[in-house]
């Protein structure tokens, strides 16, 4: 299938793999099958990648683990804090704090890394707990129900507490 993509003024019929070459090394694309061709919209200057600003930092917090992640939690960033869970859980942690305080965005696709390892970690018997404080990162958390495997406090203290709690239940 071949769409109409604008490039530079004036549009052009490309296929996804004619674009790719036409682009300089290292530009991010969205994926496609091989042979495809990318949605109608997409032109050089959405596919370029944007400057994330991310961040992830560990620390031991009473006798818990919280992981930090500061940033916009995207697409881009899932293979960084997939990598910086899987450490932890690696390491023999099965309970631990993520860090959402500073987050200024949150995608479904963090969301689900987030699920999985709530599911790792329920198995070996441990759990995770969330500290948010900005209101739409919370949303987000809320409406894919994360909250209810996961709980969600305002404050990494808090988020502490409860998972101490939690964890002194089972």
Known sequence: MIHAIRLRG??????ADELIRSCPPGTWFPPVRAGGS?????????????????EASERLADRFPVLALTGQLDYGTVAAIEQHLEHLIGRGHHAFVVDLTR???LTSSVVNVLFAA???VRVAGGGMALACADRNVCKIIGL???DRVAPLSSTVEEALRT???RLAQD
Not at 10 to 15: G, H
Not at 38 to 54: A, K, L, T
């Open 144 to 146: 894919t129900s994360l």
């Open 10 to 15: 004036r549009a052009r019929r490309l296929r």
């Open 103 to 105: 987050a200024t965005l």
């Open 163 to 165: 998972l101490a709690n």
């Open 118 to 120: 709530v599911r790792r």
């Open 38 to 54: 990318f949605p109608i919209g997409y032109h050089r200057g959405v596919i370029e990648p944007s400057q994330r600003h991310f």
